[in-house]
């Protein structure tokens, strides 16, 4: 795996390599002495510093840049930033708002030869580094065994996306429930049912029945602001409050990618309930970060 675009670059195998390298306590500074070039279109707080505080952990040297300051395809093409950014770091991480943004800056960078990695910060489809420390945190909570449900009550977006895919290369089974004319487009949905087990609902309750884990994002994805009053009427029903979490298993965990948007996604109470493992989900950005260098640099821990 040279690029990191979405969790299934990854093999099965490869994916639960990072997030055992995740859980190395005094990992080896691989990154000494390079730099990793980070680019974001959008806005960020966990994704920026868990990035960067990772690569400083890592020996390296994180390099940000937002926007406007770059003007991915508007200074520059995306082409042309990537090949700039190749030119200095060891590997480029890129929030953006097009998928094909990325997928242009990969091409660009193999057709250099070049052996720099690009790894997907966010972008429209997917939000594989989420998904890495959202596997993290449900391997801490009830490991992988097969039958364990997670619940994804909301926008089916980048972040169920990637969460999806992982979960069910994973073996664990999946539930979504969207509104109508939120769902995935039916040829994913039918990939994602190849895949293993999946379910979609209209009925947030029926999702979350037995879950035991009961995960939520924002209605409104950064770059569909002028959606926002349409999706807030569109999605009334599917807040995750306390009476839908009755609905889940008894032991069941709450997780949100954040930004919350407290009282349309997810309720108050819930979000600081003791089911509640969002910080931890925060907190392992950073150490999915490093796993995933890690991984990327080939070099492993001696055990
Ligand atoms: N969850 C997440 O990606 O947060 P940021 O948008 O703050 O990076
Ligand atoms: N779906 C959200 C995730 C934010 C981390 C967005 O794309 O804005």
Sequence with gaps: MKHLLEIDDLSKAELLEILELSRVASPPKVLTDVSVGLVFEKPSLRTRNSCEAAVFQLGGLPVSMVSGE?????????????????????????????????????SAVDKLGSDVGIVNLLSDASHPCQALADLATIQTHFGFHPGLKIAYIGDSNNVIRSLSLG?????????????????????????????????FYVDPAEAVMGADVVYTDVWTSMGQERERDRRLSDFSGFTVDSNLMAEAGSNAIVMHCLPAHE????????????????????????HVMRGLFLFMSGVRPRS
């Design 263 to 286: 009282g349309e996604e997810i309720s108050r109470d819930v979000l600081e309930s003791s089911a509640s493992v969002v910080w931890e989900q925060a907190r392992n950005r950073m």
């Design 70 to 106: 770059v003007g991915i395809d508007k200074r520059e093409s995306a082409e042309d930033v990537a090949r700039t950014l190749a030119s200095y770091h060891r590997y480029i991480g890129a929030r953006v708002f097009a998928h094909s943004t990325l997928t242009r800056m990969v």
């Design 167 to 199: 979960c069910l290369m994973l073996g664990l089974k999946v539930s979504i429930a969207s509104p109508e004319g939120y769902w995935f487009e039916e040829l994913e949905r039918e990939r994602l049912k190849s895949m293993g087990a999946v379910e």
